[in-house]
């Protein structure tokens, strides 16, 4: 949902998911992979906008633009629950850290909190006036963030399910939002402008402003480890962040044509980082050494990535309306 009209400008241009001549350059660095017997497929009825894990890996959950969040066993292949709550695309989804918990976020307006086990909706709460596009809880478990088209960042008690805290900056829609390690800060971003925004939670203000991008951001994530943030745009680039400097660590460059990166995460070793393409490619790369670990071929925008807890897969959801589980052979 949150790259639609992206994509309709996009799919005027740009008929295939490579062009020839990066597929062409990418081969001479790393072998792309396609699907094998030992990754699993999962399908939703549309679209398939966000994935997230459990933290014991055991579950996978998916949200669909078929409005529809889905719980899938991992190791059993299977669905577990099916959470039907929303009336609009579901555009992302994040577990609580006791695993209990899942929140989803949709362009009807509205953040569900689901008890996962039961299959119930615990609270819906209320407070954006447009399409809530990214949900995601502080590390301790006590704080929810949601960011919306109407350019507004949310802060939930997790204890109330009351508002603690609205951060309105003056830049636009908002897609994509991340906490701080130590939950003292908050980062957002969206399509509507090329930066990245901290925020100091508690005092409700901005304290850095990332420029770097030069077209819009539209996945960010912090660090497992917490010292790094990561940004990824239409523009083919991710770009790392020292969190205590704010400066540009590197820059990972996918494409010299325009291969929009809509989607980024890292490995729970803050080793590598994963990045979904616009155009079907999911890109790994090694960050330290700034060079593409391998490359896996899928179909469709790939809306989201997510690390399984132990680093071993990669869950990844795209326009095809498959959520695939990606085996990684990585040491």
């Not at 740009?14 to 062009?19: A, E, G, K, Q």
């Not at 062409?24 to 790393?30: P, Q, Y």
Request: net charge neutral.
């Amino acid at each position: 949902m949150k790259i639609k009209c992206f994509a309709v400008l996009m799919l005027s241009a740009f008929v295939f998911s490579y062009s020839m001549v990066n597929a062409m350059e990418v081969e001479k660095i790393v072998k792309i992979r396609t699907q094998t017997i030992d990754d699993k497929v999962f399908v939703h009825g549309s679209t398939v906008n966000s994935v997230a894990w459990s933290s014991d890996g055991k579950k996978l959950a998916s949200g669909s633009s078929d409005s529809k969040v889905i719980i899938w066993d991992v190791e059993a292949g299977k669905l577990i629950q099916t959470l039907e709550g929303h009336k609009s695309f579901v555009n992302s989804v994040a577990w609580s850290s006791d695993g209990k918990k899942l929140a989803s976020g949709s362009s009807d307006s509205k953040v569900i909190i689901w008890d996962v086990e039961a299959g119930k909706i615990i609270q819906t709460l209320e407070g954006h006036k447009g399409s809530v596009n990214s949900v995601s809880w502080s590390s301790d478990g006590t704080k929810l963030a949601s960011g919306s088209y109407d350019s507004k960042v949310i802060i939930w008690d997790v204890e109330t399910w009351k508002l603690i805290q609205t951060l309105v900056g003056d830049k636009g829609q908002i897609v994509s939002v991340a906490w701080s390690l130590d939950g003292t800060k908050l980062a957002s971003a969206g399509p509507s402008y090329n930066e990245v925004t901290i925020w100091d939670v508690e005092a409700g203000k901005i304290i850095q402003t990332l420029k770097g991008h030069v077209s819009d951001i539209f996945s960010i994530a912090w660090s497992p480890d917490g010292t790094k943030l990561a940004s990824c745009s239409s523009d083919s680039k991710v770009i790392i962040w020292d969190v205590e400097t704010w400066k540009k660590i590197t820059t990972l460059v996918w494409s010299k044509e325009v291969q929009p990166i809509v989607s980024v995460d890292w490995s729970p070793d803050s080793k590598y980082i994963s990045a979904g393409s616009f155009f079907g490619a999911i890109i790994v790369w090694d960050v330290e050494a700034g060079k593409i670990k391998e490359i896996l071929r899928g179909r469709g925008s790939v809306n989201s990535v997510a690390w399984s807890p132990d680093g071993k897969k990669l869950a990844s959801g795209s326009d095809d309306k498959k959520l695939v589980i990606w085996q990684l052979f990585y040491d």
